[in-house]
Structure formats: C-alpha cells, structure tokens
Nanobody, 124 residues
Framework: QVQLVESGGGLVQSGGSLRLTCAAS????????MGWFRQTPGKEREFVSV????????YYSDSVKGRFTISRDNAKNTVFLQMNSLKPEDSAVYYC?????????????????WGQGTQVTVSS
C-alpha cells in the first residue's frame, strides 16, 4: 500500500502561482512513477503531468505545458507540482497518484494509489 497526501491548494488570482505537494508513505517511493491529475464537477479526471521513478522524464498535458513543472524528491518521498501563470480554467481538485507498472502512463486506470485531492481555485 501507498498512502498519498496532497497539500498546497488554495485560492489565487489569475496569473498567480501555487505549489502543490504530495507526500507519500508506505512502499518505496522510488518504485513508482508519480502523476498529477485534476477534476472539476461533472467532468472526468484528466491528466496533468507525470514524472518517472528517477525523475529523469516528465510529461505534461498540452493545457499546462510551459506553465507547470513537476518534480520529485525521492529522499523525502515527495512529489511537487509548481503551477505558474494560473488561469481560471485551471480551477479543479488536484490529485496525485502512484503508478507501479512498467512504462509511463497518462490514464487514470494505470494508477493504483490516489490521494484525497486538494482544491485549487483561480479567480479572474
């Protein structure tokens, strides 16, 4: 089992920044690719970003590329999502997730463990 706890969400004005943190416990953190997803009411959970086990590879959705940066600290069992130039359409509940399978994935079904989510609200 892997337990994930997100933090860092909040209310920010358009153009502002937030840094989300996901703290992991349980099985060795470095065994997992780590992803960030987001969800708004009535919509499916969507992929935002993923980072490989070592941190050497990262991928982003087109909607956040160039504005968001994912990183991880395996020594501290933590993954981060730095969000800059935030837009109202970035408002959502943000979830971190762990994927212990081979290969990097962008679909929710490939992730075995999920956090409880943290709300991000961007005002216009």
């Amino acid at each position: 089992q892997v337990q994930l706890v997100e933090s860092g969400g909040g209310l920010v004005q358009s153009g502002g920044s937030l840094r989300l943190t996901c703290a992991a416990s349980g099985r060795p953190f470095s065994n997992y690719h780590m992803g960030w997803f987001r969800q708004t009411p009535g919509k499916e959970r969507e992929f935002v970003s993923v980072i490989s086990r070592s941190g050497g590879r990262t991928y982003y959705s087109d909607s956040v590329k160039g504005r968001f940066t994912i990183s991880r600290d395996n020594a501290k069992n933590t993954v981060f999502l730095q969000m800059n130039s935030l837009k109202p359409e970035d408002s959502a509940v943000y979830y971190c997730a762990a994927d212990g399978t081979i290969g990097i994935h962008t679909t929710t079904g490939d992730y075995s463990y999920w956090g409880q989510g943290t709300q991000v609200t961007v005002s216009s």
